[in-house]
């Protein structure tokens, strides 16, 4: 005989435990179970049967798994709860025997961050736990950097402390360092929502986003304890990540930090990289040092080596020269090409002589930024692609290769504010109300590329430097297309000409309102030429012209009449509308519409019928396959086909957009 199953001891009511339950099983308050559930990723379940695994009446609304606070009782992190919670009991109880020097004792031991500093536990053995792999890190790493850039730029508050906000901008200034020193930052995208970075590190695509450098406004309806829970998991993950990657390219880490710099507002240039001399590594850390020489190894020394090497490739020269003449095989400059193997196959990036490399994409340029342009983005970017010597006004903070901005080493300035004609004052001076630089309004350098910011988000993501008349001040941008969006087939993309993606429905109806509109032009200049010349008609004249002209037209007519006639008798639609016309006219009594004789029109009417016969085929080929399909097959093939049809109709109010302000573009130019 079988075991006798007892109510609530298998299934659900096992298996799931209730919020209230799991507090009570680990003997701590909710903000630090709360807390507890954050850190080691556990999150709450939801059951098969609430009434079940509830055990009671009332409903109750969390669930975890019982698994999970079972491991709970085992983290080291408890200790630490009951420890603090027992300290501040024995300080309330001193405070209220009026033991002053007892509870000042006691405050001394405990860990009170926000007055001794001292941390009251540390999160290590936890990332260690939820990463077993610098891989895994890498992965959860989007969530991370969102997070922390986003406490860099909050103000502080009684919730949000000013220890935590300057942690977590050092922290993102660091990752930063990182991604200029090895050349990983990929892609970057300005949206709304703000600005949008893709790395790829270890062969992991990284995305984070990055809000602009506004005034933020802290409101109330946000619990920043749960928020700053997260962030301070964050700020330990993080840090490990930052070592790693720094010992990973032979660097020390934490890197020298100059205070003084960072309040003068250097942000990347407070703080000074050092290579590890414990990874041997020969090659020097890379510093921002804005194009400044620095001390260098003894002259002399430095010449004879710099002498022995140029003796040694002369003799390779030599060797190489001998060696062509030996041997005059054909040059083997072609490179294989990858071709697809059947048409309509998959095309791959084909491979090119081109030595350019997209990371030293700004390596021979020297920049100045404008004081509206933003700084820390452009900064960031720019010596991200290569880009050693950037300049900025004095105002914008310290750390700049120059701040003069007639520096004749400048090849490029960023400018973000419009072309303004300089009002002149009684004194003969001229000064733009915008800006106090030393150029005068709408002054420029010679030989000097002026550009607006754009230009910078738009080449990195080509990986090339684009033209620089399209992005000049003063005119209208082209559009910044995302990098991260896919193009797929039969969607709209909005690099392609609007002829190579439109349907052929939609040319035909393109087609048929450019026709009428020319139909109306004509037609009202027609007008606007016979009231010009009614004063000057001739009387006599006029009536022959009539008689002539009727005659002319009832013989025309006739001929169309017939033509029309001949070539509708094998038509029933064409006589359907034509009896559809006579019934219209004669209630309205209005003359008979003509059928259009043009062959154009006839044309284009032929096609819409095809495209009508066509698509009334597809329907019933699909209905007919669906017949064969069960009923659940049918409602997923149903549901398929609505999601494209959905897409169809945005794709297609977009390219209808887009064919207005074309139109609206070459009437403006006409």
Request: charged share 30%.
């Amino acid at each position: 005989m079988g075991r006798i199953k007892k109510k609530g001891e298998s299934g659900n009511a096992k298996n799931y435990i209730t919020r209230t339950q799991a507090v009570k099983k680990l003997q701590i308050s909710l903000p630090d179970f709360r807390k507890l559930c954050i850190w080691k990723g556990i999150f709450p379940r939801e059951p098969r049967n609430r009434k079940k695994a509830s055990k009671s009446a009332t409903a109750s609304t969390t669930f975890y798994y019982a698994k999970d606070i079972q491991y709970l009782l085992h983290e080291p992190l408890l200790q630490k709860f009951r420890e603090q919670k027992a300290l501040e009991k024995k300080i309330s109880r001193a405070l209220g025997r009026g033991d002053v020097g007892d509870a000042s004792r006691l405050e001394k031991n405990s860990a009170r961050p926000e007055k001794t500093g001292k941390p009251r536990y540390t999160l290590d053995h936890v990332i260690r736990e939820r990463y077993p792999t610098f891989v895994d890190a890498l992965r959860d790493l989007d969530d991370c950097l969102s997070m922390l850039f986003l406490f860099a730029n909050l103000p502080s508050t009684s919730t949000v402390p000013a220890k935590m906000i300057a942690r977590c901008e050092r922290l993102c200034l660091e990752f930063q360092h990182y991604l200029i020193v090895s050349q990983s930052l990929r892609k970057s995208f300005l949206s709304i929502k703000g600005i949008y970075y893709q790395a790829s590190i270890q062969g992991e695509d990284i995305l984070w986003l990055v809000p602009y450098k506004f005034n933020q406004r802290v409101v109330g309806d946000v619990d920043f304890r749960i928020m700053g829970t997260f962030v301070e998991f964050y700020m330990t993950l993080l840090g490990f990540v930052n070592f790693r990657l720094y010992t990973s390219v032979g660097l020390k880490y934490p890197p020298k930090f100059d205070q003084a710099m960072d309040d003068e507002a250097a942000e990347l240039g407070a703080f000074k990289l050092e290579g590890n001399l414990l990874t041997g590594s020969e090659e020097a850390p890379a510093q921002l040092t804005n194009g400044e020489t620095e001390a260098g190894p003894d002259p002399k020394t430095q010449a004879e080596v710099n002498k022995l090497i140029r003796q040694m490739r002369e003799t390779e020269v030599d060797g190489d020269r001998v060696e062509a003449e030996a041997d005059e095989d054909e040059p083997t400059d072609a490179i294989d090409k990858f071709e697809p193997a059947a048409p309509g196959g998959d095309v791959l990036p084909q491979p090119s002589h081109s030595g350019s490399d997209p990371e030293s994409l700004f390596a021979n340029c020297t920049f100045y930024l404008s004081r509206e342009a933003p700084r820390q983005p452009l900064e960031f970017i720019l010596r991200a692609f290569g880009c050693k010597r950037i300049g900025w006004d004095a105002t914008l903070g310290e750390g700049a290769y120059t701040t003069n901005e007639r520096d004749p080493s400048i090849t490029h300035q960023i400018v973000d504010r419009p072309v303004i004609q300089a009002t002149m004052q009684e004194d003969g001076d001229g000064e733009d109300n915008q800006t106090s630089q030393k150029l005068a309004a709408n002054q420029r350098m010679p030989g000097r590329i002026y550009v607006q910011p754009q230009w910078v988000w738009d080449s990195i993501n080509d990986g090339e430097m684009k033209r620089p008349d399209l992005y000049a001040p003063g005119t209208q941008l082209p559009p910044h297309l995302s990098p991260f969006v896919q193009s797929t087939q039969g969607a709209y993309d909005p690099t392609m000409p609007l002829e190579d993606q439109q349907t052929e429905g939609e040319a035909l109806e393109d087609s048929e309102e450019e026709v009428d509109e020319d139909e109306e032009a004509d037609d009202s200049l027609a007008v606007k030429r016979i009231e010009g010349a009614a004063d000057g008609m001739d009387i006599a004249g006029s009536d022959d012209e009539e008689d002539e002209g009727g005659d002319n037209d009832s013989f025309g007519g006739f001929s169309e009449d017939e033509k029309v006639a001949d070539e509708s008798e094998d038509d029933e639609q064409a006589a359907e509308l034509q009896y559809q016309r006579e019934l219209e006219a004669e209630l309205t009594g209005k003359p008979i519409k003509q059928t259009p004789t043009n062959p154009q029109t006839k044309a284009k009417a032929e096609a819409k019928k095809r495209l009508a016969r066509q698509a009334k085929e597809e329907a019933e080929d699909i209905e007919r396959a669906k017949g064969m399909l069960s009923k659940k097959k049918r409602r997923l093939f149903e549901q398929m086909q609505y999601t494209n049809n959905k897409k169809s109709a945005e794709d297609q109010k977009l390219r209808a957009k887009r064919r207005k302000l074309e139109k609206q573009k070459g009437s403006a130019k006409a």
